[in-house]
Each structure stands twice: as C-alpha cells, then as structure tokens.
C-alpha cells in the first residue's frame, strides 16, 4: 500500500525539479543579485528611492495601473451583468466577442490601437475627412493610448473572471426580492451587487497585478514616452546593463505583488478562488 | 414607468453592446490595412492587394521561418509541459499531503508573478549556461510558463474524477503504474488534451520572457512581430495578423461545433 503513494509522489518529482531549477532558483538569484551587485549590502535600495527617474516611473506605473484597473473592472461587470440576461442565442454572440481578443495575440491587439491612434492612422484621418479637427490629436504614445490598450487586453480576463461569478448567483433571491417588492434599481444595489463583491474582488486583484508588471501593451503603445516599471527593468538590462537597479527595482516589484496576493488570500472568497481543493 | 425602465434596463445594454464593439471592432482594423496597395502601413487607396499574403510566405522576409521556428518551439513546449503536467498532477491528487500542495503553489505561480521578473532572472542563469538564443533555452523557458495552464486543465479533469474508482483498482491488485496509466489517465484525456493545446498557444504567443534571452538565431514569431510593430512600416504585420485573427476565429467557430455536436449526442 505504501508502494502507491511512494510511485504518486515519484510522478511529481520531475515537473517540481523543473519549478525549482528553473523558476524558482532564477527569481531568488533575481533577489540575491539586488544585495550583493555590485557589493554586499542595502545600497542598492538607497539609491533606487533616491532615484528621480525611478520615482517618476513608479508614479506613471501606479496611475496607469489604477486608471486601467477601475475603468476595466466597471465596463466589465456592465458587459458580464448584461451578457447573463441575455437569451442563449445574443449571450453566445456575445461571448464569441470577448473570446477573439481574449486569444488573440497581444502584439496583434497593441498593433490594432497604433493603426488606429497614431498621428496618421485610421481615427485621425477618419476625423480630419469629417471636417471635426484640423490637425491631428495626439492619441497614442503617451498615457491616454497606454491606458486604451492595457484596458482593452485587460477587459475580457475580468468579463470572463465576473461572468463565471455573476453565473452561479442564485436567480431565486432576485425572484424572492421582487416579489416582496423590490424595485429593479433596489435589487441591483441591494441584491446583485453585495452578491457579486468576491468576483469584483478577484477581477479588481488580477487586473491591478497583471498591469503593475506589464510590459508589452505599455512598452508599444508608451513608445518609450510613458514610461511603466516592466519597460524601465528591460531598458536596465538590455541597453545599460545595470543589473543593480534592474535586480533591486525587480525585487521591489515582486514584494509589492507579493504582498497584494498575500493581503488577498486572507479573504476566504478569494482563497476559495485560489487554492486546490483540499485532498481527501 | 416606461422611462424609468429605459434608463434601468436600456441604457446598461446599450452601453454593454458598446463595449462589446470597443473590444471586437478595434482588431479587425488589420484587415484593410494587409489589403492595401501601398508598401507602408495605410489604408487601400486605388484598390486592394494581396502581395503582402504573398510576402508571407517568401521565405527570404523571414515570416515563413518564424512561424516555423514558433511551431517546432511550441510543439516541443507542449510535448514536455504536458508530459510533466500530467504526471504532477495525477502524482499529487493520489497522494496528497503539503508536498504537492507547496509545489503546486510553486508551479503555478508564474500566472501571478510579473514575467518581466522571470526574464530578468533567466537572463543571468541561460547567460551562465550559454544557453542565450538557443532552442534549448527557449523550449525550456516556455515549458515553464505554460506547465501552470496544464497542471490547471488536467487538474480540473481529475476533480471530477471518483477516487474509488483507484481504491477498486487497487483492490483488485493493480499495481501502482497499472492503476496511473490504466485507470486513471484515459478517464482524463480530455483535460490532457486540453493541457497540450493550452501549452502550445502559451509558447506560441509567448514575447515577453523570449524577447530578451533571443537574439539572432532563434527568431520566434512574436518576436519578429515586436520588431516590426516598432518598426511600424512593413503592411506584411497587418498580413500576419489578419492570419492570426482568421485562425483564431476559425478556431472559437470550430470549438463551438463540436460543443453543440457533443451536447446533441447526449439528449
């Protein structure tokens, strides 16, 4: 009997080698870099709150992460909420549009936006032919283009995530509510809403730590010019090879997320999201 | 009574279908700018072309390699992802205990973790090994980052699955590998299935971790987009995206059948 258990355990070993070499090892030499490159102590801490530079992209980060996070969290519970009282055949179509850009490839999407936005593309000269500006406006490469592209990646992850929350509501409460007299607008505020706070939760989480350390919709929508933590990192190590902020600007990043995970599963709803089911 | 109800009702659907316009519409933009006449990224303007379909498939521009390059990448990521996926997770829903549970927790992280972080770790260690823009290097990364979405689908599959169904197995004195490969993997070949094309679209699509441990010799497909999106003159991008929007959707249209096929089998 002790044999099974014995070959079950053997089956994880090799998947846990690869997580332990190959993921785990590099993040902690990630950490233990941002303590001893180039000298062994907190330096590199130091400089990196009195860096300037680092400071402004900190700033830029948190905007855009919370611009991003509320504007995705409300359109997306309007679409989710609306998708569930639709009649089977509309709630297919509907989902079919929040499937395509939820597999498409984020290059394919941030391409999408430049055509779209930038100085000569299709919404700026759609608008000059229309005789509404005289000059093209400035719509991509700054916040407001980084903004558009990161809620527009981040909106059918918190559909999906509020969809499958909203789903298994149970539909006799709302019955119950009404027929005690309810108006609609009280059932939405007094019902729906309490109802839907965990799934809220989780979408409001993924998508505020999913855009803290994004790289690719802000680095090609930024161009450079907005300027978010995921890029600064990647200038650190492919053009100027400071390993010492990109280490310690690294490390900073994962103890924030790290944190706001830890923070998160203390709640019993969001825990219930995350963790395995317990084992018999 | 009948405003109230156009603004309780009305107003939110309207805008939830506008929204659902701002997330669809925006991507078929490609499309026209693949068809245009012109050799940089523009509308048609005296009639459509295809030349730039056609440039894709010119082995000497370099989008034909890619894709093949990204295929024979993720073929191999899925193989190997699926493989250690499956055995994890069959191995720690039998036994149980904190060891699973901690590497579970481990093998999954990267869903949470900020991938620029992993780059910047991976960086180092493949500089280390001389494993910098190799294949080697790249598949590996890969399996990393997709074995969180195969332990995930073969796991949902064996929640479903009844444990007495291995009890009675062994009962009847099965040995340990006859109950794994006998009992309990063909009751979970849909979840397996779904972990392997899981893992082929993760390393398929996968840019971020691959951007900065290739360089000239392995050349993925994402990757040569990234440069031509900065680049942003080749109309041959909006080609291989309008490809990659087909496929998608070709894709969903044919999962969707075979749902309502399987559901009309069952009534």
């Known amino acids: 009997m002790r044999n099974f258990k014995t070959t079950a355990l053997l089956l994880t070993v090799p998947a846990s080698l690869v997580a332990i070499g190959l993921y785990a090892a590099p993040i902690l030499q990630v950490l233990a870099l941002s303590l001893t490159e180039p000298k062994f102590g907190l330096a590199n801490y130091q400089s990196l709150f009195a860096n300037a530079a680092v400071g402004r992209v900190v700033m830029t980060t948190l905007k855009v992460s919370l611009m991003t996070t509320v504007l995705t969290v409300l359109a997306s519970y309007v679409v989710a909420f609306a998708i569930i009282h639709m009649s089977a055949g509309w709630r297919r179509i509907s989902l079919f549009l929040v499937l395509v850009p939820f597999w498409i490839s984020v290059l394919v999407r941030a391409f999408s936006w430049i055509t779209i936005l930038r100085r000569r593309g299709v919404l700026n000269s759609a608008l000059m032919e229309m005789g509404v500006i005289s000059s093209p406006l400035d719509l991509v490469y700054n916040l407001f283009g980084v903004t558009i592209g990161m809620v527009h990646y981040m909106m059918p992850f918190a559909i999906l995530l509020l969809y499958a929350n909203l789903s298994d509501i149970d539909r006799r409460i709302m019955q119950a509510a009404r027929s005690l007299g309810a108006r609609p607008a009280t059932i939405f505020w007094r019902v729906w809403l309490p109802l839907s706070l965990p799934g809220i939760a989780l979408a409001t989480l993924f998508v505020f730590v999913f855009s803290l350390g994004f790289l690719v919709t802000p680095a090609l929508l930024g161009a450079g010019k907005t300027l978010m933590i995921a890029e600064y990192i990647s200038v650190q190590i492919s053009s100027t090879s400071r390993w010492d902020l990109a280490t310690s600007l690294s490390t900073m990043l994962l103890l924030v997320v790290g944190i706001i995970v830890f923070a998160a599963m203390r709640s019993p709803a969001l825990r219930a999201a995350f963790v395995a089911r317990p084992q018999q | ?267």
């Open chain 2, 1 to 267: 009574m009948r405003l109230r109800r156009i603004i309780e009702v009305g107003l939110p659907r309207l805008l939830a279908w506008c929204l659902l316009g701002f997330l669809f519409v925006p991507i078929l933009v490609v499309i026209p700018v693949a068809l245009t006449d012109r050799d940089y990224l523009s509308l048609p303007q005296d009639g459509i072309s295809m030349e730039h379909f056609a440039a894709l498939t010119d082995w000497s521009k370099g989008w034909l390699p890619s894709m093949l390059t990204s295929a024979g990448i993720a073929l191999a990521c899925a193989a190997i992802a699926t493989a250690l996926g499956v055995a994890f997770a069959v191995g720690a829903w039998a036994a149980g205990g904190w060891w699973p549970s901690l590497m579970r927790i481990l093998l999954l992280s990267p869903m949470i973790v900020p991938p620029i972080i992993y780059a910047v770790g991976m960086v180092k260690l493949w500089a280390r090994l001389s494993l910098l823009d190799s294949y080697t290097g790249v598949v590996l990364v890969h399996v990393v980052l997709a074995l969180p979405l195969t332990v995930l689908a073969i796991g949902a599959s064996l929640s479903n699955l009844d444990q007495r169904l291995v009890q009675a197995a062994r009962s009847l004195g099965a040995r340990p590998m006859t109950v794994f490969g006998k009992v309990i993997l063909p009751n979970i070949v849909p979840g397996v299935a779904a972990g392997a094309l899981l893992a082929f679209v993760a390393s398929w699509d996968e840019i971020t971790v691959t951007l900065f441990i290739t360089g000239r010799a392995v050349v993925t497909l994402p990757r040569r987009i990234w440069t031509s999106i900065q680049d942003a003159v080749d109309p041959a991008l909006a080609a291989i995206a309008t490809v990659l929007l087909v496929v998608t959707v070709l894709a969903l249209v044919a999962r969707a059948l075979i749902e309502r096929r399987q559901r009309q089998r069952k009534f």
